[in-house]
Nanobody, 120 residues
């Protein structure tokens, strides 16, 4: 059974930073494609970034250069480092995994989400 558990969300001022974590079980972050999405109130869930099993990454243009995805194989954990946060980054952030190791659209498994709120 796959479980993805996000943590690290919270309230931060504009310009600040947060690091989200996604602890995985039943899936291996070094072998499966993983990613992050977010959903703002009243809006659809949007793709942010994905990483394939061989480390290739794909970022949404509006977060590239501010957000960085990474993995800790020993901890089987996925991270999202977010810098230069803006009020429009306010959303629930979701970790996602895929059975496929090479997809840039991991959607087979989802975490419960963690709230990120950026104040102006």
């Amino acid at each position: 059974q796959v479980q993805l558990v996000e943590s690290g969300g919270g309230l931060v001022q504009a310009g600040g930073s947060l690091r989200l974590s996604c602890a995985a079980s039943g899936i291996t972050v070094s072998r499966n494609a993983m990613g992050w999405y977010r959903q703002a109130p009243g809006k659809q869930r949007d793709f942010l970034v994905a990483i394939t099993n061989d480390g290739k990454t794909s970022y949404l243009a509006t977060v590239k250069g501010r957000f960085t995805i990474s993995r800790d194989f020993a901890k089987n954990t996925l991270y999202l480092q977010m810098n230069g946060l803006k009020p429009e980054d306010t959303a629930v952030y979701y970790c996602a995994g895929a059975n496929d190791g090479s997809t840039f659209s991991p959607r087979d498994y989802w975490g419960q989400g963690t709230q990120v709120t950026v104040s102006s």
